[in-house]
């Protein structure tokens, strides 16, 4: 009888600490936190019509400190872009990121230290309208999500 005890209470605190590492106790948190990060990439996104978008300031508040993927860091990712746009503004003529927006978030699969699997669908809608659905690593903290990466030090290109 004691054994089931413990074996239920430690379930129900497993359930808690997972839904509270994924920044809330109920599905509702998580769908909020899935809509704002949704909507911090496409303003994002938006900026990058741009030069001057590709070193916003706004681009390293989307990315954890230990992002890493495909041997690629946020630093990495940061300065990628800060020579892309030096490049811009020396040749006008190259053509800026295609406009996309981020919709359908959802977050899944939390661990207890916040690690879920976030899937959205990308839609770009220039010449013709594609979308396409995907599926990355992030990171809630504190209700607030963050891009993680795969955490792989080698690319898969």
């Known amino acids: 009888m004691t054994s089931k005890k413990v074996f239920s209470s430690s379930l129900f605190l497993s359930a808690v600490l997972t839904l509270t590492a994924c920044g809330g106790s109920s599905s509702l948190d998580l769908e909020a936190a899935a809509t704002d990060f949704s909507t911090k990439i496409s303003s994002y996104i938006s900026e990058l019509a741009t030069s001057a978008g590709l070193n916003s300031k706004s681009l390293p508040n989307l990315f954890d400190e230990k992002f890493l993927d495909g041997g690629s860091t946020k630093a990495d990712l940061v300065s990628s872009l800060a020579a892309n746009s030096t490049a811009l503004g020396t040749n006008p003529d190259l053509s800026l990121f295609?406009?996309?927006t981020v919709s359908n978030?959802?977050?899944?699969?939390?661990?207890?230290?916040?690690?879920?699997l976030m899937s959205a669908t990308l839609t770009n809608s220039d010449a013709d309208t594609t979308s396409v659905e995907f599926s990355t690593k992030v990171i809630v903290v504190s209700g607030v999500v963050y891009l993680f990466g795969d955490q792989s030090s080698t690319s898969s290109i």
């Open 98 to 100: 295609p406009m996309a």
């Open 105 to 116: 978030s959802k977050l899944y699969g939390c661990d207890n230290n916040g690690i879920c």
